[in-house]
């Protein structure tokens, strides 16, 4: 394929799509799945001057572990984020986040990138990979920065990224052996819904599997971008299980958060929900903590 | 806007196609204006209906959702591609047996979803089938003569498969 | 007498044409050298339009035409029931919700078409929205029509309803609400228009739930004899009420007339929810008296229809709901009162079950009300006051064929293998 | 938490426009020069599957297999009016228009057919596009070269009949009148449902259907109304609502209009019960509509059974569940 009018781009090596960048910067929109960038300029494409499309960056399109890391190639899909073994296996609530996704065409296109790249309040890999501590690859042609997740969204569909900068990779420090998660998307509908409220939860536990060394909650859909309740860890870590009040912590969320009244909620509702399912991710974690420690017979 | 065009490849329906687009022409557009492939239907434009739907590079897409570019070099079914010599694909036949058919605008899509699913799994359970479809509404229906469909066209398939086996063994 | 065919499943006819794709919905039709429609709404649900300036769209490349009133003042409104919808709001006209048309842009392709609405520049003079039907009847109400936010009103009486709730042990008096809601068929409203400059019949291609009525009503607005309309029906994409009323079929013949050129109009989703017809939001109060031994005496209704900008069925819809009010039940004593209402709301028309699927929400909850307070099993106090032939409607039509209901709720019941409760 | 609960609602339809308003279906039925017979009529077939009825019917009274019928459909300039398909009313209408016009067409067949007989009529039969005598079973002629033997005599082989019953305008002062609606088709339907009072979301797990629709004329059709109206109450039970804010609409697209996918659907159990109507085709009602109008109420009784809170507005949202779970909370207390 040709590109005559410096309209569409569709560079095979990374170095290219920097230089294409560094050129071009906001005048082009850069398409990954496009399963956001379509809806977001239905009728009216014309008003986009051109594209980089990511597509044939095969570099993007990988999972890789090593002895400490996952790095997710940011033109995974949902679809493969879902049924990586990897990601199955170190990270379930991330894969089961990417299976509640949307539809099969929208996972299918839908990029982990992307998701994260449109910054969307109610993203729905956002809370997850920040409660698994992720950490983004910011590349531009003269620099690569590596940042926390938790920095880059500024608001509503605004982030840090600079129009020369690319998102590449997504790395997942491996979890410690004893770790729980639990997450709990709660929309209006089973299937094509945009989430009311998530809640991502990530619970560390020491080596004996009975002090908690980590706890990271995180939510969606409450606030201009993910959040996470940071006095959670104050409440948790350091503490057996025994000692946590799973109803008072679960007060904790609710206070902690601001959200609004919008079409898919009101925000009387996301509170009430955000305490209900506090409880419910601290229950689930707690038992599948306990069947770990008791096996049964 | 512009005008500006540009030459792309792919292979629809088996056929290798050549064809002059724009950057700013969705794949939906290409397939049902230029290629007047029109049962690949648009009921939203926004990737939530599913009639769009068709299997580009042997995954289910809505094509309202993908730029005509983007499928350079890809191979593409529709649901004009779907039965052989004249002969509806079985989950086709299914379809109108159980009645699974009412106004038809969803049809289209819900067919190659069906296709899909069954190929990725061919015993699918009730959920299963619902899940392979959720991104596939129907309005008319309440979707239980969709998944009756499915149900007996897994089931004939099975069958198809068992006796092409036999008759290898026989050979 | 066995029957070959009737009772029988015989596979639909149209199936097969819709399995594999061949089946034709309008925006699958296409003609050489056609010409693609937008049509340009309003900016305001309740203003008096200004300035129309379309200066800047029509210099733009690949526009044809633009329609405005002006162009066209010998077009009548129109509409199912009563003729109150313009087919293009003029200068000095008032646009009454956000789906009202100011003009029809015709152009070369479609996304040329897009582009000019945004260029077409509107000049409105604000006046007060009314979203809620309360509102509407209030004296001080600006009147969205000239008669009056009142459309219509219907009242129900039989027996004596004093009578029926001083027999009554029990009374149960609520208010139930409902929404808009929208049809959403699968395929969104979509035509094409040809004009034969020698017959000068116009051939509009696009799904209507009674052409014939669409054809007389176009026929009308447009002052043209019927015969020079002619509607061909495509495959439909779905209706549910939503295709009773006339949609691009004027714009299309206008354009095509105009342009002498085929034409096609297809609305987005948004568009087909915001201008087309919706499911009336209904305000009902039920009063209804019970004996303690569980009969109906007495049942009065107050319904309040919220129709949004214009009639369409509207009138038709909150009658029927109001006629419906007791459900399959005998009531010895009966009133009500239905009042239609406009207000700056898409306009509400016919959706399955015509006004009488709101009242249901109402009677229904009131049965299971009574039945929870006076302590009888619901199907019991269902099948006790249900209809049989002899039973009177609250139109006092007395039914004497086909007489179900009973069976109905027996056999449910039977199904869901539901216990009598003792509570 | 999930709690279970399970909801009746019952409900009747009058069809047809009704109310005095004149309300009738044309329809005519010819012969084709390739062996086929030709239906004209202008109903709409939006799904539900009127076109399909039309040719049950035609084959049933020409005792002709089905494939054997072609429609010419709705042109306005090709066909007669068959009103609208709304009001539940073309299996009945458009039913009747076309049983009318098979009779009336087969008893041109035999009038025609007695002549080439040389016989009466007592002693024709039909079958299979075939006419013939029923003591010589061989001796017959098909309806096409019957067809055309009539056209060489210069007339037309064809029928056309229509359907208009009468109805009376309701008195306005009080809506009585002796006949309002044609006929009234009958449902109850029973739904079973589960509260998640943690997130206040309703999953409806069946629905029990038995509809009182005179007679089916295709079975599966019918269910198929049923299933479609069940899953579109839903819908308005639960999650459908188009909102408008000052006369805006806030939702105007379906991701935020919510209507039910897939993983929304109950399991249904359909009973069809026949009490044939006297006037109905076959003795056929409409089920269009009534289809759809009992679900919401069973569902909303299926709530209050569930968490023992009635709602009086739709839908039915997770927001208003949980609020009223929590004033429930804060009242026990």
């Known amino acids: 394929m040709k590109n005559q009018e410096g309209q569409y781009f569709s560079p095979q090596q990374i170095p290219e799509a920097l230089e294409i960048l560094s050129k071009y910067g906001k005048e082009i929109k850069i398409i990954a799945g496009g399963s956001d960038l379509l809806v977001q300029y239905h009728d009216r494409l014309y008003e986009i001057a051109g594209w980089l499309d990511l597509k044939n960056l095969t570099e993007l399109k990988k999972i890789e572990l090593n002895s400490s890391e996952v790095s997710i190639g940011a033109m995974i899909t949902h679809s493969q984020l879902e049924k990586s073994p990897q990601i199955k296996n170190y990270f379930p609530i991330l894969s089961r986040a990417a299976a509640e996704i949307g539809s099969p065409q929208i996972r299918n296109r839908g990029t982990i990138g992307g998701n994260i790249v449109n910054a969307s309040p109610a993203g729905d890999l956002l809370s997850p990979l920040i409660a698994y501590e992720a950490k983004l690859v910011l590349l531009s042609s003269d620099e690569k920065n590596i940042i926390p997740a938790e920095q880059f969204f500024t608001g509503p569909k605004k982030t840090i990224l600079k129009p020369n900068q690319l998102l590449t990779q997504i790395i997942l420090p491996l979890p410690p052996q004893n770790c729980y998660s639990s997450w709990v998307k709660v929309g209006k509908r089973k299937a094509l819904a945009i989430s009311t409220i998530a809640l991502a939860m990530v619970v560390k536990m020491s080596e004996d599997n009975q002090i908690i060394q980590g706890a990271k909650v995180c939510l969606s859909s409450i606030a201009p971008t993910p959040l996470e309740i940071k006095e959670v860890r104050e409440e948790m870590i350091g503490k057996t299980f025994s000692q946590v009040n799973f109803t008072k912590l679960a007060q904790l969320v609710e206070d902690k958060i601001s959200p609004i009244d919008d079409i898919r909620g009101t925000k009387e509702y996301r509170k009430e929900v955000a305490r209900r399912i506090m409880i419910h991710c601290l229950e689930e974690i707690y038992s599948c903590w306990r069947d770990k420690c008791l096996p049964i017979n | 806007m512009s005008t500006h065009k540009l030459t792309i490849e792919f292979i629809i329906n088996g056929q290798k196609r050549k064809i002059e687009t724009t950057p700013f022409t969705r794949l939906l557009d290409l397939i049902r204006d230029d290629l007047h492939l029109t049962g690949t239907k648009e009921g939203c434009g926004k990737g939530e209906c599913g009639a769009c739907t068709i299997i580009m590079n042997h995954q289910l897409v809505a094509s309202c959702l993908v730029l005509a570019p983007q499928a350079d070099g890809a191979e593409i079914i529709t649901i004009e591609g779907l039965g052989e010599k004249g002969k509806l694909d079985p989950i086709q036949e299914a379809f109108i047996e159980t009645g699974a058919v009412q106004c038809g605008f969803c049809t289209p899509g819900m067919v190659l979803a069906a296709k899909k699913l069954l190929e990725e799994n061919p015993h699918p359970n009730i959920e299963e089938i619902k899940r392979g479809i959720s991104g596939n509404l129907c309005r008319c229906t309440g979707y239980k003569k969709i998944i009756e469909a499915i149900n007996l066209a897994a089931k004939r398939l099975t069958q198809q498969l068992e006796e092409e086996k036999g008759k290898e063994k026989n050979v | ?423 | 938490m999930k709690r279970f609960g399970r909801g009746i609602a019952t409900i009747m339809f009058g069809f047809g426009y009704g109310e005095g308003f004149p309300d009738y279906s044309v329809a005519s039925i010819e012969f084709a020069e390739d062996n086929k017979i030709l239906v004209r009529t202008a109903a709409a077939d939006v799904g539900q599957g009127v076109l399909t009825v039309v040719v049950q019917i035609a084959a049933e009274v020409l005792k002709v297999s089905p494939e054997v019928i072609r429609i010419i459909p709705g042109d306005t300039h090709l066909t007669k009016n068959a009103g609208s398909s709304s009001a539940t009313r073309q299996t009945f209408f458009t039913g009747n228009a076309v049983k009318n016009a098979a009779q009336a067409l087969l008893s041109n067949i035999y009038h025609y057919a007695s002549i080439e007989f040389r016989s009466n009529y007592a002693e024709l039969s039909v079958k299979g596009g075939y006419v013939f005598r029923v003591d010589q079973p061989n001796n017959k002629i098909s309806f096409w070269e019957l067809a055309q033997k009539v056209k060489e005599k210069g007339e037309i082989l064809r029928a056309e009949a229509s359907f208009f019953p009468r109805t009376n305008k309701p008195n306005p002062e009080t809506g009585r009148g002796e006949k309002v609606y044609v006929a009234y088709t009958f449902v109850t339907q029973i739904a079973e449902v589960e509260v998640d009072t943690i997130t206040g979301n309703v999953q409806v797990l069946k629905i029990y259907t038995a509809a009182d629709i005179g007679k089916a004329i295709n079975p599966q059709n019918v269910e198929g109304q049923i299933e479609g109206g069940a899953m579109q109450g839903i819908g308005m039970a639960l999650m459908e609502e188009q909102v408008l804010k000052d006369g805006v609409t806030l939702n105007a697209n379906l991701t935020d209009y919510l209507i039910p996918t897939a993983m929304d659907m109950p399991q249904f159990e359909t009973c069809l019960i026949e009490k044939e109507d006297s006037d109905g085709p076959f003795g056929a009602k409409g089920i269009g509509e009534p289809g759809t109008i009992a679900t919401a109420p069973a569902i909303a009784n299926a709530i209050f059974d569930a968490i023992g809170i009635r709602f009086y507005d739709l839908p039915i949202t997770p927001d208003k569940i949980l609020k009223a779970l929590k004033e429930q909370k804060d009242k026990k207390l």
């Open chain 3, 1 to 423: 007498m066995s029957k070959m065919y009737v009772g029988e499943n015989i596979i639909k006819v149209d199936s097969k044409e819709k399995v594999i794709g061949k089946a034709l919905y309008p925006d699958d039709l296409s003609f050489e050298g056609m010409l693609y429609l937008k049509i340009k709404r309003a900016v305001h649900p309740h203003a008096i339009l200004r300035k129309l300036d379309i200066s800047k769209a029509e210099k733009l490349p690949g526009i044809v035409k633009i329609i405005t009133a002006a162009d066209i003042p010998w077009v009548k409104n129109f509409g199912l029931i009563i003729k109150d919808q313009p087919v293009l709001i003029g200068i000095g006209q008032k646009m009454r919700y956000m789906g009202d048309a100011l003009a029809i842009v015709i152009a070369e392709n479609k996304e040329i078409a897009s582009q000019a609405l945004r260029l077409i520049e509107v000049e409105v003079e604000k006046l007060e929205v009314i979203s809620d039907p309360i509102r509407a009847i209030e004296k001080d109400a600006p009147p969205i029509h000239n008669n009056g936010n009142i459309l219509a009103t219907h009242y129900l009486e039989k027996g004596n309803i004093e009578k029926g709730f001083a027999q009554a042990d029990l009374i149960v008096d609520k208010e139930y609400r409902t929404s808009f809601l929208d049809h959403i068929p699968l395929q969104v409203e979509s035509g094409l228009g040809v004009f034969d400059a020698k017959t000068e019949v116009i051939t509009i291609w696009a799904a209507t739930q009674w052409i014939h009525d669409t054809q007389a009503d176009m026929a009308q607005a447009l002052g043209l004899p019927k015969e020079k309309i002619r509607i061909i029906q495509p495959a439909i994409g779905g209706a549910f009420g939503k295709r009773e009323d006339i949609s691009v079929h004027l714009h299309l013949a206008l354009a095509a007339m105009l342009t002498k050129r085929p034409v096609k109009l297809t609305y987005t989703r948004e568009e087909s929810m915001i201008t087309q017809s919706k499911r009336h939001a209904f305000i009902v109060r039920a009063k209804t008296g019970a004996t303690k031994t569980g009969y109906l005496t007495a049942w009065q209704v107050e319904v309040i229809g919220d129709t949004g900008a214009y009639a369409s069925s509207g009138p038709a819809v909150v009658r029927k709901g109001l006629y419906h009010c007791t459900g399959p039940y005998n009531v010895p004593n009966v009133k009500g009162v239905a009042y239609t209402i406009y207000t700056n709301n898409t306009y509400a028309g016919a959706m399955r079950g015509f006004g009488t699927t709101q009242m249901a929400f109402a009677y229904e909850s009131q049965m299971d009300i009574l039945a929870f307070e006076l302590g009888i099993d619901p199907v019991r106090f269902r099948l006790q006051n249900a209809y049989e032939i002899g039973s009177s409607t609250p139109n006092q039509q007395i039914l004497n064929t086909s007489v179900g209901v009973k069976d109905t709720i027996q056999e449910a019941a039977r199904m869901a293998n539901w216990k009598e409760e003792s509570r």
